[in-house]
């Protein structure tokens, strides 16, 4: 239903930031919920933030807790602003939308979100 595309990821020393961009098309972008996840090389796909269909509430993982904000200020574009990077942010980072939750609701779960971007690579020196 959404064609999604990441840009914005790059190389960066611990204590950067990065402002990531998902770009969508197709139908009615606001009515998806969206989100990143991230997958490092060796590990399982994790969650990272969410924005809810309505843009009223944010979630985010633990371990970017502070430290990341996920927004949809713009009518087609979903940003995840990165800071105080460390190393183990390290990982391709994947846009995910899906229009099936309630107005203000998210979910942390990848099996959730029927579409998905390609990624876009941050890696974090030390």
């Known amino acids: 239903q959404v064609q999604l595309i990441e840009s914005g990821g790059g190389l960066v020393q611990a204590g950067g930031s990065l402002r990531l961009s998902c770009a969508a098309s197709?139908?009615?972008?606001?009515?998806?919920?969206m989100a990143w996840f991230r997958q490092a090389p060796g590990k399982e796909r994790e969650f990272v933030a969410a924005?809810?269909?309505?843009?009223?509430?944010t979630y985010y993982a633990d371990s970017v807790k502070g430290r990341c904000t996920i927004s949809r200020t713009n009518a087609t574009t979903v940003y995840l602003q990165l800071n105080s990077l460390k190393p183990e942010d390290t990982a391709v980072y994947y846009c995910?939308?899906?229009?099936?939750?309630?107005?203000?609701?998210?979910?942390?779960?990848?099996?959730?979100?029927?579409?998905w971007g390609q990624g876009t690579q941050v890696t974090v020196s030390s």
């Open positions: 995910a939308a899906d229009n099936s939750f309630s107005i203000e609701r998210v979910s942390v779960r990848s099996s959730q979100y029927d579409n």
């Open positions: 197709g139908r009615t972008f606001s009515s998806y919920a």
């Open positions: 924005i809810s269909r309505g843009g009223g509430m």
